[in-house]
């Protein structure tokens, strides 16, 4: 797998930049994730499904934490996919880029209308029209097409092409697929920023266990979108 992860990690753009002094790993991947950034309900959903390592700075000394994965909670797949769903997840000190270094665990439901699911639908529908309409996509848009490994424009364009008056893509019968495809998109680019920060991680005094500890959570994710 870990193969797969680097092959994958020349396709986003940042990834060797320094972690710095302090910083919060997984949010750094949503920083780096078009589909994400700026919706931060969603990516503390994402945080709390992956997990994270923080390092702060306290007085003249760097602190080091795990915040493992929550994934052992039944519901939290369905609260980050179809929402309306009452879960704890980590919830952001400060959301800004780079920032997150304290989160801690609060009692949220994300609506149904903020889930991953209905995202992605809506984005289906707004993509459909704009490749019919031959019109530029979004900068949102744009990060929805990266977030995901499936082909979607190219699925899109060749539905719009065949179907009589140019009928869009069924975003109903996509929309879960695409949605637990971004998630495990995103939980391999937590594990490739790890991969390639593993010697500065090192020099912060993050060991191989608290690493350890963070790969076997993502591991339980993953095993449970399948």
């Given amino acids: 797998k870990r193969n797969e992860w680097n092959n994958r990690k020349g396709e986003k753009q940042g990834f060797k930049d320094i972690l710095g002094d302090e910083f919060n790993i997984a949010w750094k991947a949503i ?120 082909p979607v424009l190219k699925i899109m364009a060749v539905e719009a092409a065949f179907k009589e008056g140019g009928s869009p893509l069924s975003a109903t019968d996509f929309s879960e697929a695409i949605a637990h495809d971004i998630l495990l998109h995103y939980l391999e680019e937590v594990m490739t920023l790890v991969w390639d920060s593993v010697t500065q991680l090192k020099k912060t005094q993050i060991s191989d266990h608290m690493v350890e500890e963070l790969r076997a959570g993502i591991a339980s994710s993953r095993k449970m979108l399948f």
């Fill in 31 to 150: 920083q780096k994730n078009g589909f994400l950034k700026g919706d931060t309900s969603l990516a503390e959903l994402f945080m709390t499904v992956s997990g994270t390592i923080v390092s702060r700075r306290v007085s003249d000394r760097s602190e080091v934490k795990v915040f493992p994965s929550k994934s052992s909670d039944p519901q939290l797949i369905s609260a980050l996919i179809t929402g309306n769903v009452p879960v704890q997840i980590y919830k952001c000190d400060n959301a800004s880029e780079d920032k997150c270094l304290t989160p801690a665990l609060q009692n949220v439901t994300l609506s149904k209308e903020h889930a991953l699911y209905s995202k992605v639908h809506r984005l289906l529908l707004s993509l459909s029209q704009k490749i019919r309409e031959d019109k530029p996509l979004s900068e949102q848009e744009r990060g929805f097409v990266n977030a995901t490994r499936l």
